[in-house]
């Protein structure tokens, strides 16, 4: 019966992520509030990016990610982040809450956009 429970569990978390992908999981309390996921933006213009943070224990700042790779970094809870144009094609942007050591403390938020 333990088993079960923990194969449906599992297939419940699964479908969850299916169906609202991952900003299903993100932590409330890191919203990127501009542009939401699923816009699109201007191939060349700036990406303006307009977070609001309440960190987690442990967090000290955060960085923001494009594609995987630091863009920058954050020191402010509420404020905006000029990204570079982006080249077409689809992107995650991601924020991350780091320790002082800049090492993520697991609180993070993800969207996608399209540039075209």
């Known amino acids: 019966m333990h088993s ?9 978390l699964t479908l969850s992520v299916a169906l609202w992908g991952s900003s299903a ?10 542009p939401t996921d699923g816009s699109k933006v ?3 213009e700036p990406v303006n990016v307009i977070y609001s943070i309440t960190p987690n224990a442990g967090g000290d700042h955060s960085h923001i990610y494009v594609n995987g790779k630091e863009a920058g970094i954050l020191r402010k809870l509420k ?3 000029s990204l570079d144009p982006l080249p077409a094609g689809t992107h995650t942007l991601c924020i991350k809450v780091v320790n002082k050591g800049h090492a993520s403390i697991g609180q993070e938020s ?3 956009v399209t540039s075209n």
Do not use: E, W
């Open 4 to 12: 079960k429970f923990i194969c449906v569990s599992r297939a419940l």
């Open 25 to 34: 999981l993100a932590d409330a309390n890191l919203k990127i509030i501009s």
């Open 42 to 44: 201007k191939v060349s």
């Open 79 to 81: 404020s905006s982040f």
């Open 110 to 112: 993800c969207i996608k």
